[in-house]
Each structure stands twice: as C-alpha cells, then as structure tokens.
C-alpha cells in the first residue's frame, strides 16, 4: 500500500554551489552597476534609479521566476519608449509607463501569451536592437563632444544632423574621456570575457579626469535608500495616450526576457528551454517587479543577457546567485559611493556609446543579401523605423512588413503552381 506522504525534490547545496552563486553575483554585479547607471541616464532620470531596478526587481523575479540564473535589469530594448514618456511627462511619465507595461505582462501571463512571444520574426528583433544601438549612440553625441547646451531635436536623424552641424564648437576633454571608456571597455571585453570592461572604461576615465584637473559635470550623489513613490495624476485621457506605447514596451520586454532566457538556458548546457507554463510564470514574475519599479518611477527590469552569461560562466547556478547580486550591488554603491559620484557623465556618455556598438548586428547587416525578402524588408523597417520614426511603430512596420511580404509570396507560389497546373492539363 502507497503511502499519502508527498515525496519532494532533493536538494543538494554545497560548499561548491555556494561559492559558485557568490563569484556569479559578484561579477554579475560589477557589470551591472555601470550599466544602470548609463540606461537611467539615457533614459533621462536620476542614474541611482538604474540601480534601484537591479535591487528591487532581483529577489521577486528570482523567487517567482522559472529560470534560476537569469539577473534583470534596465535594457536598453526600454531606452526608447521610458525616454519619450520622461520627456514628455518628467519622472511621472516613466511611473505611468512602467506601471501601464506591468499590467501588460501580468495579462500576458494570465492569457497564457507567453508562449507565443518568443515566436516574434528574429528578423524584427535583430532589427530593432540595430535601431536601438544606433539610437544610443546617436542621442550621446552631445555629451561626447560638449553640446549639451543645444537643445535636443526630435527623431534620431535630426538629432545627427544636429551634431554633425555643430561639431565645430565641440569641447576635446569630454571627447577624450569617452574615447577613454570606450578604448578601455574595448580592450577589456577582448582581453576576457569575465571582465567587467564598462566598469574598468568609468575608472579608467574617472582617473584620467583627476589626473588632467578636467572640471566635467559629475554624476552626483548616490545614496542607499528607498526613493520616493511617485507622484502623478492619471486621467482619463492620459491613460489612451499611454495604452500603444505601454502594449508596445511590454511586447518588449516580454521578447526580450523569454529570448534572453533561451541564450541563458543553452549556456547552462540547457537544449529545451523553458516549457510553455514557465514562459508564461516568467512574464507574471516581471509583471510583479515592474509594478515594484513602477511606483518608484524606475526604468523597467527586463533579463539582461550580459550579467546572467557572465553569472552562469563564473558558477552561479541557483537563485541564490540573484540574492548575492543584490548584496553586492548594495555594497558597491555604499562603500564606493564618494567614488562613484565623481565619475564624469561624459564617461557614462562613451560607455552608452561602446554599448551601442555592441548592439549594431554586424553579421544581420553582412548576411541582408542572402536573407529571404521577408527577413530583410522587416529588418530594414525596424531599423530605419528607430532613426525616423518612434519605436512603436518601427516595431509595427516591421511586423507588417514580416508578415505581408510572407503572405505575397505565398501567394506567388501558389497562383504559379495553379498556372503550372493550368499548363499541363492542356
């Protein structure tokens, strides 16, 4: 006879997994911690609030999410729509949003949405990271060559346009000390892997700024503590606007966390991937962080790929590997905040630039001859939908587009096989 006493899952931590899920969270942190700072400034809000999505979101998603090892944080696949909603609504806006985008995922989640998700044309998202690589670059050439004093134009084109118009008045020591962060990021990441190379690039400018005496805008004060809730007032109308943009960056974000845990489950040795359930549970586990960074008026915690590889290459291999993230982000910014508040914003400009770079698909851009009509046409709509558009609708063109030129060559196939048809009975 059987008997009714339910049989749970052995669990084994060691002394190895400990000091695997410490080295994973530690280096996992080191990357972070520069990271968030450059996302909430691009995003035009306080960089200590990149930090605070880090913090807040990484123990919910690591105790309701299904992937173990994967680390959120600000993306730069949010820059976009977080940075239209600031400059037109301040900090509120990046509340509204945030918040609109969490219930988005939590409906995803509960509509079992999930699954279908990761099956987005890759061709749209890899387009659509070149938009936002261009966009990151492109939005930090006034800070690299001095001209923060120009008002900040319109679409990415303009703003280009803008900067290359103005380059006679730019200033050398900012340029010089993104140039820096970039060369040292560069070197950094081709030396190792496992380097915190954004973070070697901000020290590597912040010494070179001391040395030369440069008298640069500084990043601030960073403190430790709860910021403030947001306040703002919702009505009617403001929630219309917000809804397509909302849809949109929860579409996102939702791409983004269930590809990035595809990346992060084949690094793990992992070939399945998560099951359809545990797609749709990641996404309500996102949904709840959001809600969290959400009312603090943060930028919105997605899966980053950088900081979960780099956990899973260093030992981490629990969830416990997300909590040593925390504290060791935590840690950072209290001992090393008289540092770090120095570190020149033109710095955090050329480390959003070196970023950037990484984000432009080289090999997308190599292979476009030899994609099928409907890959290249969707990938080149939402490139290009980024630089003159808005990412709403570089999204939506490239979806159309992936979708309708599918749809007209099927339908080609088709009436040329009823012609060939048509041929040989007579």
């Known amino acids: 006879m059987r008997s009714g006493v339910v049989r ?33 400034a691009l995003m035009g809000l306080p960089p200590a609030s990149g930090l605070f999505t880090s913090i807040a979101s990484a123990p919910v ?25 600031v400059k037109e609504h301040g900090q509120a806006g990046a509340a509204k949003i945030v918040l609109a985008a969490a219930v988005f995922l939590l409906m995803f989640s509960t509509l079992r949405l999930g699954r279908y998700a990761s099956r ?10 070149c938009g936002i690589g261009a966009m990151m670059i492109i939005s930090q050439l006034r800070t690299v060559f001095g001209l923060e004093s120009l008002p900040a134009a319109g679409t990415l084109l303009r703003q280009l346009l803008q900067a290359l118009s103005h380059l006679a008045d730019a200033r050398w020591q900012p340029f010089l000390l993104a140039g820096t962060a970039i060369f040292i990021s560069t070197v950094a990441a081709r030396l190792s892997p496992r380097l915190p190379a954004p973070l070697l690039g901000l020290m590597a400018a912040l010494a070179a700024a001391r040395v030369l005496g440069f008298g640069e805008r500084e990043v601030g004060v960073l403190r430790v503590e709860l910021p403030p809730f947001a306040a703002f007032q919702w009505n009617p109308r403001d929630v219309l606007d917000l809804l397509p943009a909302a849809a949109a960056l929860a579409f996102i974000i939702s791409v983004n966390i ?27 586990a996102y ?9 603090f008026a943060a930028p919105a915690s997605v899966g980053i790929p950088a900081r979960s590889i780099a956990n899973v290459r260093c030992g981490g ?3 416990i590997s997300a909590l040593w993230h925390v504290a060791a982000l935590i840690a950072l910014v209290s001992l090393g905040s008289p540092v770090l508040e120095h570190l020149p914003v033109a710095a955090l400009a050329g480390v959003t630039v070196w970023m950037g770079f990484l984000l432009l ?16 046409a969707a990938f080149l709509a939402a490139s290009a939908g980024m630089l003159v558009l808005n990412p709403v609708a570089a999204v939506a063109a490239g979806c159309a587009l992936y979708f309708g030129v599918n749809q007209m060559d099927l339908w080609l196939r088709q009436t040329q096989v009823a012609r060939m048809g048509a041929e040989a009975a007579e």
């Open 8 to 40: 749970l899952p052995k669990f084994h931590y060691g002394w190895r997994e400990a000091a695997g899920d410490l080295s994973g969270g530690l280096i996992a942190a080191l990357i972070a911690l520069p990271y968030g700072l450059a996302m909430a």
């Open 61 to 85: 998603t690591a105790v309701l999410g299904r992937n173990p090892v994967m680390i959120g944080g600000p993306s730069a696949g949010t820059v976009p729509f977080i940075a239209e909603a």
């Open 120 to 129: 987005i044309p890759h061709s749209v998202v890899s387009g659509f990271s």
């Open 258 to 284: 269930l590809l990035t845990s595809r990346v992060v489950d084949h690094f793990r040795g992992r070939r399945q991937g998560l099951r359809r359930a545990d797609s749709d549970a990641e996404l309500g």
């Open 287 to 295: 949904g709840i962080a959001n809600i969290l960074c959400g009312i």
């Open 317 to 319: 291999s629990t969830r």
């Open 361 to 376: 698909d080289w090999s997308a851009w190599r292979r476009l001859r030899k994609m099928r009509p409907a890959d290249s």
